[in-house]
Structure formats: structure tokens, C-alpha cells
């Protein structure tokens, strides 16, 4: 034990101090031969100098004996790195304009991986920030596979009542509204939620306490808990915030907790302030939009949460089955971290096969690039040979030097992947939690790691083909031996195919998105939106809530502002709906029943966008009539409600006749008189472009609401009303909030960004798969052309022609590249196949599209190629000759 103790004790000074061991031991070996030469000059009367001279010969190597002492303690393997990290250091040295190469070819690819391996790392590997988060499900109403929708406040209180699987409930509702706290009201993202909500993530505020039972409580006062950001942006800080009050829709919310600076949203939705919500008794199933998050309890798993849902659908049921006929809906859990992520898992996955390929294709050209270097450097391989290296030696020294640059790759690619998250963050789709990517401890790690695999990947090509050709090659004649070979000429051309082969995928992809977002930019929204500016607005709750269900105070408002909003100089119409075309999946829908197609007892009742307006709304948008009426202000419901109706809506239900004066049950509601259709009106679309241009317009003549999208067509430049605009609405009512004022052109080209910023991005990463590529064409045919000097200087000698030389080398380059863009095109047909749902009228296998796509590449080789073939065709003989 105790040799062993002093065996490590001194391997840990050699690796802590080699160089203090090294020179005991000079020191040692020095007075060992100068005692032998003492000995030796007493005994033989030698000179000081033979003396010398006779004790080393008899020591029989110093350097020997110093290897067997570095072996006896244990760090020669680190010595010997350390010689061959300073030569590898030197011979990079010696070639800048390859390591500058390699290093920024690597750093590309490595940064590109890097920030994608951010993005995913924050969206799809890390957990959600809530503890167990994998016990959390949100549940929803489901009628079939493909279709379900958030819940009720009648389906959250009969879980609440009857549920037996999860240990906490809470519900959310998130909205814009108006928010005030000290200064001037804002439009600002608010998420209601009941007592048990934060309590069921298990989120507990930083500062003060959560909303709990007694806040529920009649005549409790109103509470709220607001975010970091929030309580440092307008109430002086986390723990000043405690105690004042918000005011939310015009009702004062006094501050009871604030959160962590981490949570910018709860359960996937985003808010600045999280008031109690005080659920009143429904009177029908109806309306659906709320969040239901529940905690599983312990031992139980989604599916047993899932029969104990089954059985609270059926006892639900029954208690609202007159105004819920669907007997095929039932809630359902799902995993919160599923509902969160939804479709990002997809959507990054194209990104990071795109990212992917660029690698390959940059490690490609680094391992031709080494490759030319190698067969570069024979005659100093084989010089080392001679002198008794070994293969291992060898092959170790180039796997240091190609790991070396991949490690400056990696430094240079970790800078670049920080400016990548930053790009995707503004650029990027918008999916759950991308704000939360950036470049950690975990991505530098993962940046590590792909330089050291690629380091060995792109060392290896080169010791694999020196291996087999250092026998057949001598000292003198290697360099022509190896650079010439047949074996060394197809490994690079083997990269340059591959290189192709690689791009084109992804210029494929790239090519059928922008074609796809230019048929979505050229799709006709049903309206025109040169001249409309759109407006939210909201008015204060407490003082235009409707008394004893009256709500002639909002109505008043909207009809004084309305006809002040007209008074606008260059206003030519304007008007009101409850939401504005394009809202995406923020879409008020509305289920109806037919009196002549009426569907079957127990099934569930078509749904469709359903928004209602002014009168003026159509003029306002440019919405036209195309049969019947209009509304006229007697369209005033009560006992005789009207409708009108999209063209796709009529077409769908009443493909054989006509859709006016059709009668319909709306919203569930039997016992409510029946709704008449009076017109059909051009389509629009009111989800996304490109979807089914379907809807339903209701009159406003009664229920006004609060928060309503103002429509204005304007004779000019829309933006340029705003300011006046947004007066006439203050000139009514100061308080009122006026927000998200955009002229409707902007907010059409907002609803393609994710689309156009996929296709952006693909098509940033294709671009440089392709100048990789075209490096890869360009190095090698130079190389080549280098390697053959003095050939083709024979060549112009006896007559050959320079064009017929600039044809040769071009011709290698476009072979090269025609087969890689072959075998490109069959992993494309396969590939791009992934892409058909985010596609819109463009075929995933578009002759067209492929066909441009090979034409660009194959031009991007002819560009490649063309100035090794110049240079080659201006080879001097005699200087050939004399280089050779």
C-alpha cells in the first residue's frame, strides 16, 4: 500500500510539475557520468574529454534511460501529446491559409449545430419549470381523434366535484386587457386564474403569498400576483410591489405575490399580472377557451386519469344535455409538456437535418482539404518513417493536428452559435419556450463534443490512405506517388460528389418553401387591405359593465366613438366586429344546427367562425354582398335574428340551391327563436391563410362587448391616421384602451412570418451547404491542377489547345458535381417528402422547383471550376518544367 501511495504521489507531481522531474533527472544522469569519467581518468590516466566520452558509452543512452523513467512513472503518453500539440501547433502555423480554411469551415457547421442543439435543449430536452412536470396534463373536450377544444367553467367545476385521479385542478383564462398601475393604461396579456392554479403547478411566488381559498371567498377583496418583470417595471420592485394595487379592467387588484423573474408564463400562456378569477354559476355548457391543468396523484398514470374523466363526461352530460347534445365528447387528459411543445418537436427537426447536413458537408471539405495536406506532406511522413517513428506515432500526430483545428472550430463555432440563437429568437417560428434558448454550459460541452468526433472523422481519412500507401511510396518520389494515385484521386472526388449530394436536399427544401410562401403572399385574403387599419379597443369594466343586463352605456360609447372615428379626415368607412380576419387560433366559433340538415340526436354539431359586426364593417373591410341583403338597422334580433353568410359556407350546406332564408339552431340553444340567413357575402379568412374561407356574421344589436377591433378604410396611407384616430376614440372616453393600431397590410404579411421565417431560415443554411460545396469543387480542382503542372504544361507543348484544357479541368468539376446533384436528387425526393404539411399548393416532389434547383447547383460548380481551369490553361511549359 505504501508503494503504491508513493507511485501515486509521484505521478501526481509529474502531472503537476513534468519539468521538475525532467531535471532531477538531468541532473542525476549528469553526476552519474561525471563521477564514471572521474573514476575513469583516475584509473586509465584519460584526458577529461575521453573519459567523458568512454562513461556515456557505457550509460548506453541517456535518452533511453530518461523514456524507461518517464514510462516507470507513468506520464510518457503525456509527454509525447505534449510534443506532438506543439508540433501540430507549428505545422498549422506553417499553413495559414488552410488552417484559416478548415477552422472557419468547421465553424460554421459547429455553430449552426450549436445553436440548434440552444434551441432544442430549451424547447424539447429541458423540463418544464415546474417541479414533477411530467405528473401535470391539461385536459380538454374531444369528439374524435383529430378534434378537441379547452373546456368550460360547467366541465371545470364538474371536475372539480367529481374527479378522483389528481391531487390539484386550476383553471386559466388569458386575455388582453386593459392594465393600470400609476400611469397611463396599457394593452397587456392577463391570465385569470382560480386559487388552486399556482398551487397545481406547484409555482410558488418569490415575494409575499399565492392566491389561495379565502381570496375565492364573497366580498373578498380582490387579489393578484403579477411577474418579476411587471413588479420592477411599474411598482418599484419585487418587494415594494407587495400591497398595491393594479387595475385590471378598471376593478383594483391589490398585489399579494410576486414570481420568480423565470416565469414569463404559466402553463404555456403568457401574462403580467395573474388576478383571482371568480367564477360565476354557468347557465349553459358553453363558451369554451378556459385551461384546465391538473396534477396527477402518485401511482396514477394519464390513462387512468383518462377513465376517470370518462366517467365525470358521462354525469356531466346529463346535466347540461340541453344545451350540449354531443354525447361523443369526453375529457381527456394530455400531457402538459405534449400541449406545450406541440408542433415545435416537427419544426426543429427540420432545422436540425438541415443543420446536420451542413456539417457532414463541412467535414467533408475539411477531410479533402486534409487530404491534399497529407499527400502534401509525404516526404516529411516518410522521413519521420526512416528515422523510426511508428504508424501509430504517425497517425497519432495527424489525429492531434485535424482535432486542433476542430477545437478552434469549436471556439470560433460557439461565437457563432450565440449569434445564431439571437438570430432564431427574432427570425426564428414562433414555438413554446424559444425565448429561454441560449448558448450554456450543456451547448459548449455539445459543441466539444461534435469537434472531437469530427476531428477524428476528418484525421482519419488522411492516416488511412498514408497507411496504405507509405509501403509503396519512397522518400524521395512520395509526394507525386501519393497525390497522383488512383485511390487518393477518388477519395476526393468522393467528398466533392458527397458535398453535391448533400446541398441539394436542402436547396430542394429551401426552393419549395419560398415557393410556398410566395403562393400564401399571393392568396387573396377576400378583401382588399391596402387602405384598413385595424384597432383594438377596450373599454374600463367597472364603469361600462351592463346594468341588469343593459348595455346601453357600451353601446352609447361605441356608437358616439364610431361616428367620430367617421368625422376623421380620410376615413371612408368604418366599423366593428369582435375579431378581425387572421386571428390564427385565437378564433371565436360558434356550433349551429340546421333546421333542414338537422344532425343526428347525440352527435355533435358543425362549428365555424363565427364574428359579429356593425353594419358597416363589409364597407369598412370591402367585404361584398353577393346575394340578398345586407344588415338594416332593424336587424335588431329579438324574435326574428338574422345571419349572414360566406360563399364556401353556402356552397358547403347548400351546394344545390340557395342559402337565403335558411333557418338555424345557433349555439346549441333550442329553446332560443331561430336564426334566418339573409345574404351571402364574400369570402374571408379569418383562421390562416390558405385555410377554408368559412363564416358567419352576426348583427351587433345587443350584447355590445367591451373589447372590440375597430375597422377603418382610410383614402390614403392607413398609418397615417392612427394619431387621429386614436383621439376620436379618447375624445369619448379618455380611459379607454386603444391598442395594436396596424394597418391591415401588416398585420397580413404578420400571419406568413412563421412560414416565411421557416423558409428564410432553410434557405440561409442551403446557401451555405452550397458555397461549401463550391469550396469543395474549387480546392480540389486546384489541387489537381497543381499536382499536374507539369502534364498539362507537355500537353500546351504539343499542341494542345488552352480551351480544350480549360474544358478538361471544367468538365471534372461539372461531373463531379452532375453526380453528386444525381444522387442529391433521390435523397431529396425522399426527404422533402417530410415537408408536404407545411407546404401550401406546392407538390413536395415539384418537377419545376427540382429542376431549378439542379440548374443553380450545376451553375455554381461551372463558377467553382472556371478559375482552376483558367489557371491551368495558362501553365508556362518551361516553367513547368523548372517547377517540377
Same mark, same amino acid.
Given at each position: 500500500?505504501?508503494?503504491? !501511495?508513493?507511485?501515486?504521489?509521484?505521478?501526481?507531481?509529474?502531472?503537476?510539475?513534468?519539468?521538475?522531474? $525532467?531535471?532531477?533527472?538531468?541532473?542525476?544522469? /549528469?553526476?552519474?557520468?561525471?563521477?564514471? #569519467?572521474?573514476?575513469?581518468?583516475?584509473?586509465?590516466?584519460?584526458?577529461?574529454?575521453? =573519459?567523458?566520452?568512454?562513461?556515456?558509452?557505457?550509460?548506453?543512452? !541517456?535518452?533511453?534511460?530518461?523514456?524507461?523513467?518517464?514510462?516507470?512513472?507513468?506520464?510518457?503518453?503525456?509527454?509525447?501529446?505534449?510534443?506532438?500539440?506543439?508540433? =501540430? =501547433?507549428r505545422a498549422l502555423r506553417r499553413g495559414p491559409t488552410f488552417t484559416i480554411s478548415a477552422v472557419a469551415i468547421l465553424a460554421l457547421g459547429i455553430g449552426a449545430c450549436t445553436a440548434v442543439f440552444s434551441v432544442l435543449d430549451?424547447?424539447?430536452? &429541458?423540463?418544464?419549470?415546474? %417541479?414533477?412536470? $411530467?405528473?401535470?396534463?391539461?385536459i380538454f373536450e374531444r369528439n374524435s381523434p383529430t378534434n378537441q377544444w379547452p373546456l368550460s367553467v360547467a366541465d371545470f367545476q364538474a371536475i372539480q366535484a367529481w374527479q378522483r385521479s389528481f391531487t390539484d385542478v386550476g383553471l386559466l383564462r388569458q386575455t388582453d386587457v386593459s392594465v393600470a398601475a400609476g400611469g397611463a393604461p396599457q394593452r397587456l396579456p392577463v391570465g385569470y386564474v382560480t386559487s388552486g392554479f399556482l398551487r397545481t403547478l406547484g409555482v410558488k411566488p418569490a415575494v409575499g403569498r399565492p392566491l389561495g381559498p379565502a381570496d375565492d371567498a364573497p366580498g373578498a377583496p380582490p387579489a393578484a400576483v403579477v411577474t418579476h418583470h411587471f413588479a420592477v417595471e411599474h411598482l418599484g420592485g419585487d418587494r415594494a410591489a407587495l400591497g398595491k394595487t393594479v387595475d385590471v379592467d378598471d376593478i383594483a387588484y391589490s398585489v399579494v405575490g410576486v414570481l420568480d423573474a423565470r416565469y414569463t408564463s404559466l402553463g404555456g400562456r403568457r401574462g403580467e399580472v395573474w388576478p383571482d378569477a371568480r367564477l360565476k354559476p354557468p347557465d349553459r355548457r358553453g363558451p369554451f377557451g378556459m385551461v384546465v391543468i391538473g396534477r396527477l396523484k402518485d401511482g396514477l398514470t394519464i390513462a387512468d386519469a383518462a377513465r376517470d374523466l370518462e366517467r365525470v363526461s358521462r354525469r356531466e352530460f346529463v346535466v347540461w344535455q340541453a344545451s350540449f347534445q354531443d354525447h361523443d365528447a369526453k375529457l381527456v387528459p394530455v400531457s402538459l409538456r405534449r400541449v406545450m411543445l406541440g408542433d415545435a418537436p416537427k419544426t426543429l427537426a427540420l432545422f436540425s437535418a438541415a443543420v446536420v447536413l451542413v456539417m457532414l458537408i463541412a467535414v467533408s471539405n475539411v477531410a479533402g482539404l486534409m487530404l491534399v495536406r497529407a499527400a502534401g506532406r509525404w516526404r516529411e511522413?516518410?522521413?519521420?518513417?526512416?528515422?523510426?517513428? *511508428?504508424? #501509430?506515432?504517425?497517425?497519432?500526430?495527424?489525429? *492531434?493536428?485535424?482535432?486542433?483545428?476542430?477545437?478552434?472550430?469549436?471556439?470560433?463555432?460557439?461565437?457563432?452559435?450565440?449569434?445564431?440563437?439571437?438570430?432564431?429568437?427574432?427570425?426564428? %417560428?414562433?414555438?413554446?419556450?424559444?425565448?429561454e434558448a441560449h448558448v450554456h454550459v450543456r451547448a459548449i460541452v455539445f459543441a466539444v463534443v461534435v469537434a472531437l468526433i469530427s476531428g477524428l472523422i476528418i484525421g482519419a481519412y488522411p492516416v488511412i490512405h498514408l497507411a496504405r500507401e507509405r509501403s509503396a511510396a519512397g522518400v524521395l518520389g512520395g509526394e507525386r506517388s501519393v497525390g497522383g494515385t488512383r485511390g487518393a484521386r477518388m477519395l476526393r472526388a468522393a467528398f466533392v460528389v458527397a458535398e453535391f449530394a448533400l446541398a441539394l436536399p436542402l436547396l430542394a427544401a429551401a426552393?419549395?418553401?419560398?415557393?410556398?410562401?410566395?403562393?400564401?403572399? /399571393? *392568396?387573396?385574403?377576400?378583401?382588399? %387591405?391596402?387602405?384598413?387599419?385595424?384597432?383594438?379597443?377596450?373599454?374600463?369594466? =367597472?364603469?361600462?359593465? %351592463?346594468?341588469?343586463?343593459? $348595455?346601453?352605456?357600451? &353601446?352609447?360609447?361605441? *356608437?358616439?366613438?364610431?361616428?367620430?372615428?367617421?368625422?376623421?379626415?380620410?376615413?371612408?368607412?368604418?366599423?366593428?366586429?369582435?375579431?378581425?380576419?387572421?386571428s390564427g387560433g385565437n378564433l371565436n366559433e360558434n356550433n349551429f344546427d340546421l333546421v333542414d340538415k338537422p344532425v343526428p340526436a347525440g352527435t355533435a354539431q358543425p362549428v365555424t367562425p363565427w364574428t359579429v359586426v356593425t353594419k358597416d364593417y363589409f364597407a369598412a373591410l370591402g367585404v361584398r354582398l353577393l346575394d340578398g341583403r345586407m344588415f338594416l338597422p332593424s336587424d335588431t334580433g329579438g324574435q326574428h335574428p338574422v345571419l349572414l353568410v360566406s360563399r364556401s359556407w353556402a356552397n358547403r350546406y347548400f351546394p344545390d340551391g340557395t342559402a337565403i332564408g335558411r333557418k338555424l339552431v345557433s349555439g346549441g340553444c333550442t329553446s332560443c327563436p331561430l336564426v334566418t340567413v339573409i345574404g351571402i357575402v364574400s369570402d374571408v379568412t379569418y383562421t390562416h391563410l390558405g385555410d377554408p374561407p368559412e363564416g358567419v356574421y352576426e348583427p351587433m344589436t345587443e350584447g355590445w362587448g367591451r373589447t372590440l377591433a375597430l375597422v377603418v378604410r382610410t383614402s390614403g396611407d392607413p398609418a397615417a391616421a392612427i394619431p387621429a384616430i386614436g383621439a376620436a376614440l379618447r375624445s369619448v372616453e379618455p380611459s379607454v384602451t386603444v391598442a395594436d393600431a396596424l394597418p391591415m397590410a401588416d398585420r397580413l404579411s #404578420?400571419?406568413?412570418? $412563421?412560414?416565411?421565417?421557416?423558409?428564410?431560415?432553410?434557405?440561409?443554411?442551403?446557401?451555405?451547404?452550397?458555397?461549401?460545396a463550391a469550396i469543395g469543387v474549387f480546392g480540389t480542382l486546384s489541387y489537381t491542377v497543381s499536382m499536374r503542372r507539369r502534364e498539362i504544361g507537355v500537353r500546351l507543348a504539343l499542341g494542345a489547345r488552352r480551351r480544350a484544357v480549360t474544358g478538361m479541368i471544367v468538365g471534372r468539376g461539372m461531373a463531379h458535381a452532375g453526380l453528386g446533384a444525381a444522387i442529391g436528387v433521390l435523397a431529396a425526393l425522399l426527404a422533402t417528402r417530410w415537408l408536404r404539411s407545411k407546404l401550401f399548393e406546392v407538390s413536395p416532389t415539384d418537377p419545376l422547383t427540382f429542376g431549378l434547383v439542379i440548374v443553380v447547383l450545376l451553375m455554381v460548380a461551372l463558377a467553382a471550376s472556371w478559375a482552376p481551369a483558367r489557371r491551368a490553361a495558362r501553365i508556362d511549359l518551361a516553367e513547368a518544367i523548372r517547377d517540377a
Open positions: 500500500m505504501g508503494l503504491s !501511495i508513493r507511485k501515486l504521489v509521484r505521478r501526481i507531481r509529474a502531472l503537476v510539475r513534468p519539468g521538475a522531474l $525532467d531535471r532531477e533527472l538531468d541532473e542525476e544522469v /549528469r553526476l552519474h557520468v561525471a563521477l564514471e #569519467a572521474k573514476e575513469l581518468e583516475r584509473l586509465h590516466h584519460l584526458s577529461p574529454a575521453d =573519459a567523458r566520452r568512454r562513461a556515456l558509452v557505457a550509460f548506453g543512452g !541517456i535518452e533511453r534511460y530518461k523514456e524507461a523513467h518517464r514510462d516507470a512513472r507513468g506520464t510518457r503518453w503525456l509527454d509525447e501529446l505534449q510534443q506532438d500539440i506543439r508540433y =501540430a =501547433a430549451a424547447v424539447v430536452i &429541458s423540463h418544464l419549470p415546474y %417541479p414533477n412536470d $411530467d405528473r401535470l396534463v391539461q511522413v516518410s522521413l519521420r518513417a526512416v528515422l523510426g517513428a *511508428t504508424r #501509430a506515432r504517425v497517425a497519432r500526430l495527424l489525429i *492531434t493536428e485535424s482535432i486542433m483545428v476542430s477545437l478552434a472550430g469549436a471556439a470560433a463555432g460557439v461565437a457563432l452559435g450565440t449569434l445564431g440563437v439571437r438570430v432564431m429568437l427574432v427570425v426564428g %417560428p414562433r414555438v413554446s419556450r424559444l425565448a426552393a419549395l418553401l419560398l415557393n410556398s410562401v410566395l403562393r400564401l403572399q /399571393r *392568396t387573396s385574403p377576400g378583401f382588399d %387591405p391596402s387602405h384598413v387599419l385595424t384597432v383594438n379597443v377596450s373599454l374600463p369594466s =367597472a364603469r361600462y359593465s %351592463p346594468i341588469n343586463g343593459s $348595455d346601453t352605456a357600451i &353601446s352609447s360609447y361605441w *356608437t358616439r366613438a364610431l361616428n367620430d372615428v367617421r368625422e376623421v379626415p380620410g376615413v371612408v368607412a368604418a366599423g366593428l366586429a369582435d375579431q378581425l380576419p387572421l #404578420a400571419s406568413i412570418a $412563421d412560414p416565411r421565417h421557416a423558409a428564410s431560415l432553410v434557405a440561409g443554411v442551403a446557401i451555405v451547404a452550397a458555397l461549401l
